[in-house]
């Protein structure tokens, strides 16, 4: 039974209990009738019981009931009607459910044929993508090895480019030459006719010469002879006068700017933290005893100047430069004349490939009273000169005073003689050490592993000879 209707009937029911029930006292018969009987006008209508407000309650509850029960039975049917609609449309709902439920299950079955395609194509496609990345692998390095080729034949293509060029600007100068050669052919043709004319006219006039050469032959062998003689003295006046006269200071300095080679010493000292290296850049000549040739330089400009206590150096290297030539020496020597003045010998071919002029050492020193003095600056910009006169000193052979302001110079500068030879290098700022031999007295090898030659003990044997001279040389 349907809900609704089973509380329609319950709450009518508990209303007729409600209606039908009695909530007053019953009444007692005895004081019924001893009540007092009312007079009652017999115009006046009856007064209405409570049997008949009930009966008027009940018939209205009645009333409102069967409206209520009407409105109750058109819900009713209003409700039967949605449910049976209801009903079909649940029934076609499931209809379509159960079709929709066949359609799913074709559907899945074919979205699994379709997954299952979809994975093997998805096998296939990745194994397409790898070989596809070995092939873009494979690709780039043809595309870079293409890329390489390609710049190697743009350069090639420029270079031809360039030839033909070249080769284009040759051709115009040899047609230019051509056209010239062709006008020159034809002045020498025109030339060789008039020579040819005028041939005939010499001939005549040579056969009356030879006669005449002949008588001034024998004058001219006369002559020679005394010639000669003339000729062979005249050179060695010529030389004489060469020798004696002094060459300007300017030209002296020019010629050393042109002709000083770039030296580059290494060294790495070993040290409490580690390796030390030093690098020092200097700027020197080439100088030559007639037999070998050296480069010089003070002991205090290089790394390896004569200091207490001296420091074992266990690598060397020495590297000259000139232009787009350079090259290494394998040992440096301490010179006896002096052990503040270090040489380092160079072969013919390193000083041919250095391609400047090797200064040769004067035999004469003391032929002309002044000499240059010159800065040996690593920057050639800052390379100064200066003309001064220098005067012997007897008590010290071997050095010559130079006669300089206290600022002019410097040791280590070099000081070249007004004939273009050197004369020797300055061992402090007022002497300079005359260079005449190349005779060392301490030699040390060049190389990567020089530390077993003890040079630091060298250093402090030479330092002793050089505190050992006299104050003024020191």
């Not at 790898?130 to 270079?159: C, N």
Request: proline share 4%; glycine share 4%; net charge negative.
């Amino acid at each position: 039974m349907n809900k609704t209707l089973l509380l329609i009937i319950c709450d009518f029911l508990l209303l007729n209990l409600l209606a039908l029930t009695r909530w007053d006292a019953p009444v007692a018969a005895s004081s019924i009738q001893q009540a007092p009987s009312l007079s009652t006008d017999r115009d006046s209508p009856p007064a209405a019981t409570k049997d008949q407000d009930l009966v008027e309650l009940m018939k209205l509850s009645l009333e409102d009931e069967q409206a209520r029960r009407d409105e109750l039975a058109r819900q009713l049917r209003d409700t039967a009607q949605n449910l049976q609609t209801r009903e079909q449309i649940l029934a076609q709902l499931e209809a379509e459910k159960n079709k929709l439920v066949e359609n799913l299950g074709a559907t899945r079955t074919q979205l699994d044929q379709q997954i299952t395609v979809a994975k093997r194509n998805a096998e296939i496609l990745a194994r397409e993508v790898e070989a596809a990345k070995r092939d873009a692998g494979m690709s780039k390095e043809r595309v870079a090895a293409l890329q390489r080729d390609l710049e190697h034949r743009e350069a090639e293509l420029e270079r031809e480019r360039g030839n033909i060029a070249k080769l284009e600007q040759e051709q115009r100068a040899a047609r230019e030459k051509i056209e010239n050669l062709n006008v020159a052919v034809k002045v020498a043709e025109h030339e060789k006719t008039v020579l040819r004319e005028t041939a005939e006219t010499y001939k005549t006039q040579v056969e009356a010469e030879r006669q005449e050469r002949l008588r001034v032959q024998e004058t001219t062998v006369q002559l020679a002879q005394g010639v000669g003689t003339l000729a062979v003295k005249s050179d060695d006046l010529q030389k004489e006068i060469r020798d004696n006269r002094p060459i300007n200071a300017n030209t002296l300095f020019s010629e050393y700017l042109a002709n000083n080679v770039r030296t580059r010493v290494e060294t790495t000292r070993p040290g409490l933290f580690g390796p030390a290296a030093r690098v020092a850049d200097l700027r020197t000549i080439l100088v030559s005893d007639g037999r070998d040739t050296y480069a010089i330089f003070h002991a205090s400009d290089t790394p390896f100047a004569l200091t207490y206590p001296g420091a074992d150096i266990s690598r060397i290297a020495i590297t000259f430069t000139n232009g787009d030539y350079s090259t290494t020496a394998g040992e440096l020597h301490y010179l006896s004349i002096d052990p503040r003045i270090l040489v380092v010998p160079l072969t013919p071919a390193q000083a041919a490939g250095l391609g400047v002029k090797v200064y040769m050492t004067s035999l004469e020193p003391f032929k002309f009273s002044d000499a240059i003095l010159v800065s040996t600056n690593s920057e050639p910009t800052k390379t100064k000169y200066e003309e001064t006169p220098f005067k012997l000193d007897a008590t010290q052979p071997g050095y010559v005073q130079m006669r300089v302001s206290f600022f002019a110079s410097k040791r280590g500068d070099l000081v070249i003689s007004k004939s273009g030879e050197l004369l020797g290098i300055m061992v402090n700022k007022d002497y300079c050490a005359l260079v005449d031999n190349f005779l060392p007295t301490r030699t040390i090898t060049t190389g990567e592993n020089t530390g077993k030659q003890g040079i630091g003990a060298l250093i402090n044997h030479l330092n002793t000879r050089v505190q050992s001279m006299p104050l003024k040389l020191q």
